[in-house]
């Protein structure tokens, strides 16, 4: 069975300060990767997917399948970062695809 | 206003009764999902649906019920056999043609039984 794996639950930085989100996971097929992020009092909404190789918001994500990682970085922190991150993979179950949600870092950036 | 809702915001309810949790889309979207968002737990899928007339349940189904009667809706009932069924519910939909999809949310339902 498929596991993402979110080691922080609370990451607390200042402004300007480079962000680093873990991501890990464990599935024994090609994964796809997602970040979701709900900001307070907003419904949660995709951020970034591994396969687009985007950079949203200033955030990006590079899979890493040596290491089974995901991680969501910034350089460069701002205040309206603060919100629940969510690392996603996406599978296959018996023909359907679902996601396996982590159980989300709570990113704060202090002014 | 396109998108998914969910109704109601709030839901109270005593033991032992079932409650049915309201989900709409009209995004078009063949697949729905139910998730618990529970704090420090993350979303765990309780049932999902890639076509009308046919769901699946998910990895927390005990207790829970659904329908897809229609390609639009998709509402969970959560029955009194569920043994903490005090939780925020989530309801997305999403794209069924592409194994990278985008699910997309609804504001949630807070059910809170006393």
């Known amino acids: 069975a498929q596991r993402v794996t979110q080691p922080e639950k609370l990451l607390s930085v200042f402004k300007g300060a480079p962000v680093e989100l873990k991501c890990n996971y464990s599935?024994?097929?090609?994964?796809?990767l997602f970040w979701y992020v709900q900001y307070s009092r907003q419904r949660l909404q995709l951020l970034l997917r591994h396969i687009s190789r985007e950079s949203i918001k200033g955030f990006t994500a590079d899979l890493n399948k040596g290491e089974t990682s995901f991680h969501l970085k910034k350089p460069f922190a701002q205040e309206e970062d603060s919100a629940m991150y969510y690392c996603a993979l996406s599978a296959q179950n018996s023909g359907y695809s679902t996601l396996t949600f982590g159980k989300g870092t709570m990113l704060l950036v202090s002014p | 206003d396109g998108g998914i809702t969910q109704s109601p915001k709030y839901l109270f309810r005593k033991e032992g009764q079932n409650v049915t949790l309201s989900c709409e889309q009209n995004?078009?979207?063949?697949?729905m999902y139910w998730y618990r968002q529970d704090p420090g737990q993350g979303l765990r899928l309780i049932y999902y649906?890639?076509?009308?007339?046919?769901?699946q349940k998910g990895d927390i189904a005990e207790g829970y019920s659904v329908s897809r009667e229609k390609k639009e809706s998709f509402p969970l009932t959560v029955t009194s056999a569920q043994k903490n069924p005090t939780a925020f519910y989530l309801c997305?939909?999403?794209?069924?043609?592409?194994?990278?999809?985008?699910?997309?949310f609804g504001p949630g339902t807070r059910l809170t039984v006393t």
């Open positions: 997305a939909s999403s794209t069924a043609d592409s194994y990278s999809y985008e699910q997309y």
């Open positions: 649906s890639q076509i009308v007339n046919d769901f």
């Open positions: 599935y024994s097929g090609s994964p796809e």
């Open positions: 995004l078009n979207h063949d697949a």
